[in-house]
Protein backbone atom coordinates (compact mmCIF):
# COMPACT_ATOMS: atom_id res chain seq x y z
CA UNK A 1 0.00 0.00 0.00
CA UNK A 2 0.71 3.60 0.00
CA UNK A 3 3.38 4.98 2.88
CA UNK A 4 5.29 8.53 3.54
CA UNK A 5 8.03 8.46 5.54
CA UNK A 6 9.83 11.46 7.50
CA UNK A 7 12.20 11.69 9.76
CA UNK A 8 11.08 13.10 13.01
CA UNK A 9 13.21 16.18 13.96
CA UNK A 10 15.18 18.21 12.17
CA UNK A 11 17.40 21.49 14.55
CA UNK A 12 19.04 24.40 12.66
CA UNK A 13 20.39 27.60 14.06
CA UNK A 14 18.97 30.48 12.51
CA UNK A 15 20.24 31.72 8.80
CA UNK A 16 21.72 28.07 8.20
CA UNK A 17 20.15 26.30 5.98
CA UNK A 18 17.50 22.94 6.63
CA UNK A 19 16.69 20.06 4.74
CA UNK A 20 13.43 17.89 5.35
CA UNK A 21 13.09 14.69 3.64
CA UNK A 22 10.52 12.33 2.42
CA UNK A 23 10.19 9.25 0.52
CA UNK A 24 7.29 7.40 -0.90
CA UNK A 25 6.02 4.52 -2.46
CA UNK A 26 3.12 5.31 -4.69
CA UNK A 27 5.48 5.72 -8.18
CA UNK A 28 1.96 7.07 -10.04
CA UNK A 29 1.47 10.22 -8.08
CA UNK A 30 1.08 13.05 -10.13
CA UNK A 31 1.89 15.80 -7.57
CA UNK A 32 3.85 15.80 -4.31
CA UNK A 33 3.50 18.40 -1.67
CA UNK A 34 4.67 20.14 1.20
CA UNK A 35 3.01 21.41 3.64
CA UNK A 36 3.31 23.47 7.07
CA UNK A 37 1.74 22.86 10.08
CA UNK A 38 2.21 26.09 13.22
CA UNK A 39 1.18 25.14 17.09
CA UNK A 40 -2.52 25.26 16.72
CA UNK A 41 -3.22 25.90 13.18
CA UNK A 42 -4.37 24.14 10.07
CA UNK A 43 -1.82 22.78 7.16
CA UNK A 44 -0.38 25.87 5.01
CA UNK A 45 0.53 24.51 1.64
CA UNK A 46 4.45 25.60 1.07
CA UNK A 47 4.94 24.12 -2.57
CA UNK A 48 4.12 21.23 -4.88
CA UNK A 49 5.85 19.63 -7.23
CA UNK A 50 4.32 17.60 -10.42
CA UNK A 51 5.94 14.29 -10.64
CA UNK A 52 7.49 14.91 -14.13
CA UNK A 53 9.80 17.89 -12.82
CA UNK A 54 12.67 17.42 -10.54
CA UNK A 55 13.20 20.61 -9.45
CA UNK A 56 11.08 23.45 -8.32
CA UNK A 57 11.99 26.67 -6.81
CA UNK A 58 10.10 29.43 -4.93
CA UNK A 59 11.53 32.06 -3.25
CA UNK A 60 13.91 30.38 -0.02
CA UNK A 61 12.45 27.13 -0.93
CA UNK A 62 13.58 24.45 -3.27
CA UNK A 63 12.38 21.12 -3.72
CA UNK A 64 14.12 18.67 -5.68
CA UNK A 65 12.45 15.14 -6.68
CA UNK A 66 14.56 11.87 -7.31
CA UNK A 67 11.16 9.69 -8.82
CA UNK A 68 13.72 6.92 -9.40
CA UNK A 69 14.15 6.55 -5.60
CA UNK A 70 10.70 8.34 -4.53
CA UNK A 71 12.38 10.48 -2.58
CA UNK A 72 11.77 14.30 -2.29
CA UNK A 73 13.47 17.23 -0.40
CA UNK A 74 12.60 20.67 0.76
CA UNK A 75 15.46 23.27 1.41
CA UNK A 76 14.46 26.13 3.48
CA UNK A 77 17.59 28.82 2.56
CA UNK A 78 18.15 31.09 5.44
CA UNK A 79 16.22 29.36 7.57
CA UNK A 80 14.39 31.96 10.62
CA UNK A 81 12.61 31.45 13.78
CA UNK A 82 9.51 31.67 11.84
CA UNK A 83 9.89 28.47 10.19
CA UNK A 84 9.76 26.55 13.23
CA UNK A 85 6.86 24.36 12.81
CA UNK A 86 5.95 20.66 11.86
CA UNK A 87 6.12 20.33 7.51
CA UNK A 88 4.29 17.62 5.90
CA UNK A 89 5.18 15.81 2.78
CA UNK A 90 2.25 14.54 0.95
CA UNK A 91 1.56 12.10 -2.23
CA UNK A 92 -1.86 11.33 -4.21
CA UNK A 93 -3.39 8.20 -3.06
CA UNK A 94 -3.34 4.92 -5.78
CA UNK A 95 -4.38 5.57 -9.18
CA UNK A 96 -3.55 9.53 -8.82
CA UNK A 97 -6.77 10.21 -6.83
CA UNK A 98 -7.74 13.40 -5.00
CA UNK A 99 -6.96 11.37 -1.26
CA UNK A 100 -3.59 12.86 -0.08
CA UNK A 101 -1.61 10.74 1.64
CA UNK A 102 0.29 12.23 4.76
CA UNK A 103 4.00 11.66 6.45
CA UNK A 104 4.03 11.83 10.04
CA UNK A 105 5.82 15.08 9.75
CA UNK A 106 9.08 16.24 10.45
CA UNK A 107 8.96 18.66 13.36
CA UNK A 108 11.75 21.60 12.52
CA UNK A 109 13.24 23.79 15.27
CA UNK A 110 15.56 26.40 14.74
CA UNK A 111 17.64 27.73 16.99
CA UNK A 112 18.63 31.31 17.51
CA UNK B 1 -10.50 35.76 -0.09
CA UNK B 2 -11.68 34.32 3.44
CA UNK B 3 -9.71 30.46 3.74
CA UNK B 4 -11.58 27.24 5.18
CA UNK B 5 -13.83 28.69 8.47
CA UNK B 6 -14.22 25.92 11.18
CA UNK B 7 -15.75 25.73 14.41
CA UNK B 8 -15.25 24.98 16.73
CA UNK B 9 -12.19 25.13 17.75
CA UNK B 10 -12.16 23.18 20.36
CA UNK B 11 -14.37 21.00 22.08
CA UNK B 12 -14.48 18.77 25.05
CA UNK B 13 -16.66 16.23 26.40
CA UNK B 14 -17.33 12.96 27.58
CA UNK B 15 -17.32 10.03 26.22
CA UNK B 16 -20.84 8.68 24.42
CA UNK B 17 -21.64 12.10 24.26
CA UNK B 18 -22.36 13.15 20.29
CA UNK B 19 -20.80 16.21 19.09
CA UNK B 20 -20.91 17.76 15.82
CA UNK B 21 -17.73 20.37 13.68
CA UNK B 22 -19.11 22.30 10.85
CA UNK B 23 -16.89 24.03 8.27
CA UNK B 24 -17.17 26.21 5.00
CA UNK B 25 -15.02 25.93 2.53
CA UNK B 26 -13.31 28.80 -0.02
CA UNK B 27 -15.63 30.00 -2.33
CA UNK B 28 -16.53 28.40 -5.21
CA UNK B 29 -14.60 25.34 -3.92
CA UNK B 30 -16.57 22.27 -5.20
CA UNK B 31 -14.76 19.41 -3.56
CA UNK B 32 -14.82 19.26 0.57
CA UNK B 33 -12.86 16.91 2.46
CA UNK B 34 -12.63 16.12 6.39
CA UNK B 35 -9.57 14.74 7.75
CA UNK B 36 -8.96 13.53 10.95
CA UNK B 37 -5.11 13.87 12.44
CA UNK B 38 -4.13 12.01 15.72
CA UNK B 39 -1.30 13.29 17.69
CA UNK B 40 2.13 13.45 16.27
CA UNK B 41 0.63 12.05 12.56
CA UNK B 42 -0.05 13.42 9.54
CA UNK B 43 -3.98 13.89 8.79
CA UNK B 44 -5.97 10.91 7.40
CA UNK B 45 -9.07 11.46 5.37
CA UNK B 46 -12.06 10.48 6.34
CA UNK B 47 -14.44 11.70 3.86
CA UNK B 48 -14.63 13.58 0.50
CA UNK B 49 -17.74 15.25 -1.23
CA UNK B 50 -17.98 16.57 -4.76
CA UNK B 51 -20.48 19.24 -4.17
CA UNK B 52 -23.07 17.32 -2.67
CA UNK B 53 -22.01 14.28 -3.30
CA UNK B 54 -19.48 11.89 -0.62
CA UNK B 55 -17.99 10.45 -4.04
CA UNK B 56 -15.17 8.86 -1.33
CA UNK B 57 -16.15 7.66 2.51
CA UNK B 58 -14.45 4.60 2.54
CA UNK B 59 -12.35 5.73 5.43
CA UNK B 60 -15.17 6.82 7.68
CA UNK B 61 -16.53 4.71 10.69
CA UNK B 62 -20.38 4.76 9.35
CA UNK B 63 -21.32 3.11 12.98
CA UNK B 64 -20.64 6.51 14.95
CA UNK B 65 -19.68 9.06 12.42
CA UNK B 66 -21.95 10.80 9.91
CA UNK B 67 -21.56 13.68 7.27
CA UNK B 68 -23.44 16.09 5.29
CA UNK B 69 -22.70 18.43 2.71
CA UNK B 70 -26.37 20.44 1.86
CA UNK B 71 -26.43 22.37 -1.01
CA UNK B 72 -22.84 21.44 -2.09
CA UNK B 73 -21.15 24.49 0.64
CA UNK B 74 -21.20 23.49 4.40
CA UNK B 75 -20.96 20.92 5.64
CA UNK B 76 -20.96 18.68 8.84
CA UNK B 77 -19.28 15.91 10.30
CA UNK B 78 -20.90 14.43 13.46
CA UNK B 79 -19.79 11.73 15.93
CA UNK B 80 -22.57 9.95 17.98
CA UNK B 81 -21.48 8.38 20.67
CA UNK B 82 -17.61 9.12 20.85
CA UNK B 83 -15.47 7.08 22.38
CA UNK B 84 -12.32 7.76 24.08
CA UNK B 85 -10.17 7.10 21.10
CA UNK B 86 -11.95 9.76 18.49
CA UNK B 87 -9.61 12.19 20.48
CA UNK B 88 -7.64 14.36 17.46
CA UNK B 89 -7.77 17.40 15.46
CA UNK B 90 -10.42 17.28 12.43
CA UNK B 91 -9.45 19.23 9.84
CA UNK B 92 -11.71 20.16 6.78
CA UNK B 93 -10.20 21.13 3.41
CA UNK B 94 -11.22 22.74 -0.10
CA UNK B 95 -10.30 22.21 -3.83
CA UNK B 96 -11.23 23.54 -6.81
CA UNK B 97 -11.38 20.73 -9.26
CA UNK B 98 -9.95 21.17 -12.42
CA UNK B 99 -11.79 19.92 -15.86
CA UNK B 100 -9.27 16.42 -16.34
CA UNK B 101 -7.15 17.68 -13.59
CA UNK B 102 -5.72 14.80 -11.86
CA UNK B 103 -5.39 16.35 -8.75
CA UNK B 104 -6.03 19.31 -6.99
CA UNK B 105 -4.64 21.71 -4.39
CA UNK B 106 -6.14 21.73 -1.42
CA UNK B 107 -6.38 24.03 1.11
CA UNK B 108 -7.09 23.70 5.21
CA UNK B 109 -8.89 25.14 7.81
CA UNK B 110 -7.36 25.60 11.29
CA UNK B 111 -9.36 22.44 12.45
CA UNK B 112 -11.24 21.21 15.79
CA UNK B 113 -9.37 19.85 18.70
CA UNK B 114 -11.84 17.81 19.99
CA UNK B 115 -11.04 16.17 23.48
CA UNK B 116 -12.94 13.35 24.87
CA UNK B 117 -12.90 12.47 28.38
Known amino acids: GEDVEQSLFLSVREGDSSVINCTYT??????LYWYKQEPGAGLQLLTY?????DMKQDQRLTVLLNKKDKHLSLRIADTQTGDSAIYFC????????????FGSGTRLLVRP | EAGVVQSPRYKIIEKKQPVAFWCNPISGHNTLYWYRQNLGQGPELLIRYENEEAVDDSQLPKDRFSAERLKGVDSTLKIQPAELGDSAVYLCASSQRTSGGRTDTQYFGPGTRLTVL
Open chain 1, 90 to 101: AENGPDSSYKLI
Open chain 1, 26 to 31: DSSSTY
Open chain 1, 49 to 53: IFSNM
